[in-house]
């Protein structure tokens, strides 16, 4: 078995954090029977379009914050589709169960991912089409989702931010440009992960790109606390590397 270099979501992943404030852009739609939240392109353009497929943390696309990074990306000209693989059902549902059990509700969901995602996608290059410009950028539970479709042909680059559930082959695989948004502080993505990480795509000379958060902990780049300053930055500027790095190859894929 590959070694893993990303454990499974943590306390820190199941922490709510600092809800986040603002008024959202997007709507709810279901694309292939599967709950999607959907935010489009704000910026005008002709042309080929620009989607990204948001793959969530474990709070789900339709958690305010989730939302607003979603919103965010929209703004940079991407239309953004965020898939709830978790149905209806994220965790702050059971954040006041005593006797909920973490693993079945992740492994419920893990395995609702896998059925749903590639049929998600194919319904969402019938509305894009199949000459559309696919990004994917996964946060804690979503990272895998990202890395596997940077493993393959039908996306041009992809992103994640402090990942869960990887393992060596992950990173063995890739074959489209990488961008890992790290922070100093992650007990499922520690340091020396992230250096055997880098390792790897240094010898199958990938297109890569890291960012190292200091002062800040798993979790920062969705419910990092807007007051304190480090966090605030680390967040912010962890959105605007992805956006810029999805727009850098969206372009040179035209």
Request: glycine fraction near 8%; aromatic fraction near 12%.
């Amino acid at each position: 078995m590959s070694t893993v270099l990303a454990g499974p979501p943590g306390d820190l992943c199941f922490n709510k954090g600092v809800q986040h404030t603002g008024i959202p852009a997007g709507k709810a739609v279901h694309i292939a029977d599967v709950p999607t939240y959907l935010s489009e392109a704000k910026t005008s353009g002709s042309g080929t379009q620009k989607v990204i497929l948001y793959f969530p943390d474990i709070h789900g696309p339709f958690y305010l914050n989730n939302k607003l990074i979603q919103d965010y990306f929209a703004e940079a000209g991407f239309n953004v589709l965020g898939i709830d693989y978790f149905d209806g059902d994220p965790i702050e549902k059971h954040a006041n169960s005593a006797n909920f059990d973490r693993d079945a509700w992740r492994n419920a969901a893990r395995k609702r991912a896998e059925q749903w995602i590639p049929k998600w996608f194919d319904a969402v290059k019938e509305i894009y089409g199949k000459d559309a410009q696919y990004c994917a950028v996964g946060y804690c539970f979503g990272a895998p989702y990202a890395l596997q479709l940077a493993n393959g042909e039908s996306i041009v680059a992809a992103a994640f931010a402090h990942p869960s559930s990887l393992n060596e082959d992950h990173f063995r695989g890739v074959k489209k440009p990488l961008l890992m948004s790290c922070a100093e502080i992650d007990q499922a993505f520690p340091l020396e992960s992230r250096r055997r990480a880098e390792d790897i795509l240094v010898e199958i000379k990938a297109k890569y790109f890291i960012q190292v958060f200091s002062g800040v902990k798993h979790g920062f780049a969705v419910r990092g606390d807007p007051d304190i300053f480090d966090e605030r930055w680390a967040k912010e500027e962890s959105a605007r590397g992805i956006a810029a790095w999805f727009t850098r190859f969206t372009e040179e894929a035209k």
